[in-house]
């Protein structure tokens, strides 16, 4: 049993491990950053030039609201520009926001570390990332410059206040993030009620293909793209699927070595009792009865193992969820997460299917590695067993 237990341990850790890391991913850059959804002018995504950026109309939303699972549509102008301080300058993301809506995807007024919140669409002022700020040597109150190129390649420059640090979980956003109200934005590139994209805050995430394909019907197709955040990011599909195959490859390991254990174990329990089914047989105890007693054996160690792993396992993958492992900013670990634009943190997922699926897979595992001691036992040869 303690073999049963430890296994379903094992693996639901392991498991739980796993998705966390990628539920992180996810958060750290779909959740945070692009929504889980997206619509954009036709072509946008392709070029990503502000030539393609769509008119921001009331209709448009409207048709977006009729969408039962979206919960929030928020409105976003991107684009790129020089940002300088008093001696650093450096290349930026100038995202324009609505400061009000934007609190449904990123929140950033949760993630100031300093300075106060945008007030309005139209204030002149910016947010900054904290590493940002660091490498243009400036602080809260001073004023940025901002130059670069607006829509149907006009000049975009201005000079704004510093109104406040953000600090968020993705290291490349820190580095290179300027947050703008998104009126003062679309004025800075001459891009008046023009958007990039709307990104789709959904009440179930696991929805934004049916939200995709209810949007795309109701949108014009010339007009308009709707994506999903996997048609919006497949570089993190793919690293999600490739780290996913080499777990499985781990766990599988893992489960052949549990079942040899737990072969080995039931094997020895049976040729310890070899004497013993000897004089059952020998008084005319049915080969089958002998059988269904080690099944029924076998059967309530599995199952009494597999559900003491899921207790012991739970409370395990739960601390680690509300704690969540940070490495060291000096590993190699930390170094390769970073280079993926993410937060050096293991996060523990309470999936509960990640739990009772790894205790089924064990159970069943034992049953299997159990068949053939049981049909063993059952055909001992009674003269030989009274001798052993």
């Known amino acids: 049993m303690l073999s049963v237990i430890v296994a379903v341990m094992l693996s639901s850790v392991m498991r739980t491990m796993n998705e966390g890391s990628y539920d992180q991913m996810i958060e750290n850059t779909v959740g945070i950053f692009t929504g889980y959804a997206q619509i954009h002018q036709k072509g946008y995504w392709e070029e990503k030039t502000l030539e393609n950026t769509l008119v921001s109309e009331d209709s448009l939303f409207n048709i977006i609201e009729q969408s039962p699972e979206v919960t929030e549509a928020v409105p976003r102008l991107e684009s790129y520009a020089l940002v300088a301080g008093e001696q650093q300058s450096r290349a930026a993301m100038v995202i324009g926001i609505d400061p009000e809506k934007e609190s449904a995807l990123s929140d950033p007024k949760s993630r100031i570390i300093s ?30 410059v901002m130059i ?30 300027v947050m703008m109200p998104l009126g003062t934005a679309q004025y800075f590139l001459a891009a008046q009620n023009r958007l990039t994209g709307i990104s789709l805050i959904l009440e179930d995430s696991d929805a934004a293909a049916d939200v995709v394909r209810d949007l795309s019907g109701k949108l014009s197709n010339e007009e308009y793209e709707v994506m999903d955040w996997k048609e919006l990011m497949p570089e993190l599909v793919q690293a999600i699927e490739s780290d996913r195959g080499s777990g499985f490859i781990i766990i599988m390991i893992l489960y052949v070595v549990v079942g040899f254990g737990i072969l080995g174990t039931v094997l020895m329990m ?10 059952m047989i020998s ?42 492992i940070r490495l060291s900013s000096s590993g190699d670990m930390a170094e390769v997460i970073e280079t993926f634009g993410m937060e050096p943190v293991l996060k523990f997922s309470l999936e509960p299917s990640l739990f009772y699926s790894q205790a089924i897979i064990i159970f069943s595992i034992t049953l299997v590695f159990c068949l053939y001691p049981i049909l063993k036992a059952s055909r001992l040869n009674p003269v030989k067993a009274l001798r052993s």
């Open 115 to 144: 300075g106060t919140y945008l007030a309005s669409l139209n204030e002149q002022s910016v947010l900054l990332g904290a590493d940002l700020m660091k490498r243009l040597e400036i602080q809260v109150v001073d004023s940025l």
């Open 148 to 177: 670069g190129q607006g829509y149907r390649g006009q000049s975009a420059a201005g000079l704004y206040e510093v109104k406040g640090t953000l600090q968020f979980p993705n290291p490349e956003l820190n580095k290179s993030l």
């Open 270 to 279: 049976i040729t310890e009792r070899t004497y013993e089914f000897g004089v």
């Open 283 to 324: 008084v005319g105890t049915p080969r089958i009865a002998i059988a269904i007693i080690l099944a029924f054996e076998v059967l309530l160690v599995a199952m009494a193992g597999s559900l003491v792993g899921i207790a012991v396992s739970f409370p395990i993958s739960y601390y680690f969820h509300v704690n969540p």
